[in-house]
Structure formats: structure tokens, C-alpha cells
């Protein structure tokens, strides 16, 4: 069964601080891994696709990394804005189709 | 571009009554999904439709959720008879084949 797991779970950070968020999967026939972000009582915003290991995108502060177990999107010089939870899915193929599968989310909170 | 729209945007029912929300994807998107997401989870996938096919819907409770997608445009999620654990935010999303999905502000039910 295909897994996502996000961690940490909850992650607090003074303004300016940088971190990392992770994302690990164990899927078969990864066609691709979604990065979105997602304010309260909205619908999750898309960020980043990284389709193979070794690919890196960027927008403003943050950046997204893919290996072949894991994905990092980290986070330079936050600011209070960057305040979300970030959820990260993988396309695996599953009988021709594509399904997209979520982690739980990461919870983050910029102090200023 | 209009994004995903979804309605309503708030209900509130009782248990054992019925409920149902209305989906509209972004014009051309050919490949159409419903999340459920309890609060604090992740979205998980109820049912992906291709057009107006089922590609996947091995997580819908099929004794009281059914969805249908008339003429591969717009979509309605059912819920018969509603339970309180069904309280929950509704996602619907789409996308160009089966390419990242684009998602809808969501329908927050509440089962009392």
C-alpha cells in the first residue's frame, strides 16, 4: 500500500528562521510528488511538481527537493505570511490510472 | 481562468439526513476528485473520475456516499443517511488528464 509520511507534525519558527520540511513516500510507479499549501478554511494551493530524483524548484523562500525516498521543502527566512500547512502528495500509477495520495500535513507558524 | 467551484460552502445537517454538494472543474479538466478531510488529517480520496468514469473509488463507504459526474463536466457528491463522523471538509478538485489537481475552497459539513 502506498505510504506518505510528513514530519514534523507541527513546527514553530521566529521569523527569519530557517528549517526543512519532510516528506517521505514508499510507492511503486511514482509518476509524481506535489507540493501545496493550505490556509484555514481553504482549499489546498499547488506549489511545486517534482517528477525525478535529483529535481529542485523554487518560489520566493521556499525550495523543493526530490530523492528517491523523500522530498524536502525548506523554507529560507520565513516570514509571518508563510504561516500554513504544507501537504504533500505522490501520483503513483494504480491500474493504468494515476492516483494522487496526501501525507497529513505539516503545521507551521512564523512568529514575527 | 476560473478555478474549481463547489457549493455550498458551509451545511450543517443532523445525523440520518441526507446531504448532497454540487462541483464544477476547470473547463477542459477531463479527470475529477473528491477528498474527504477530517480536521487535522490529510485529504484522503473518495473517488476519481475520468470523464464520466470511475477510475478509482476504492475508499468510498458505498453504503451511504455516492458520487456521479453527468456528461464528464460537473459532479455530485450524496451522502445517505449522514453520520456524525462524516463531519468533515469536502474537496473537490481537477486536472488536465491526470496531471496536478487544482482544488475547489471545499464544503465544510457539520453532522450534529
Known amino acids: 500500500e502506498d505510504q506518505v509520511t510528513q514530519s514534523p507534525e507541527a513546527l514553530r519558527l521566529q521569523e527569519g528562521e530557517s528549517s526543512s520540511l519532510n516528506c517521505s513516500y514508499t510507492v511503486s510507479g511514482l509518476r509524481g510528488l506535489f507540493w501545496y499549501r493550505q490556509d484555514p478554511g481553504k482549499g489546498p494551493e499547488f506549489l511545486f511538481t517534482l517528477y525525478s530524483a535529483g529535481e529542485e524548484k523554487e518560489k520566493e523562500r521556499l525550495k523543493a527537493t526530490l530523492t528517491k525516498k523523500e522530498s524536502f521543502l525548506h523554507i529560507t527566512a520565513p516570514k509571518p505570511e508563510d504561516s500554513a500547512t504544507y501537504l504533500c502528495a505522490v501520483q503513483a500509477a494504480s491500474g493504468g490510472s494515476y492516483i494522487p495520495t496526501f501525507g497529513r500535513g505539516t503545521s507551521l507558524i512564523v512568529h514575527p | ?112
Open chain 2, 1 to 112: 481562468e476560473a478555478g474549481v467551484a463547489q457549493s455550498p460552502r458551509y451545511k450543517i445537517i443532523e445525523k440520518r439526513q441526507s446531504v448532497a454538494f454540487w462541483c464544477n472543474p476547470i473547463s477542459g479538466h477531463a479527470t475529477l476528485y473528491w477528498y474527504q478531510q477530517i480536521l487535522g488529517q490529510g485529504p484522503k480520496l473518495l473517488i476519481q473520475f475520468q470523464n464520466n468514469g470511475v477510475v478509482d473509488d476504492s475508499q468510498l463507504p458505498k453504503d451511504r456516499f455516492s458520487a456521479e459526474r453527468l456528461k464528464g463536466v460537473d459532479s455530485t457528491l450524496k451522502i445517505q443517511p449522514a453520520k456524525l463522523e462524516d463531519s468533515a471538509v469536502y474537496l473537490c478538485a481537477s486536472s488536465f488528464r491526470d496531471r496536478v489537481p487544482y482544488f475547489g475552497p471545499g464544503t465544510r459539513l457539520t453532522v450534529t
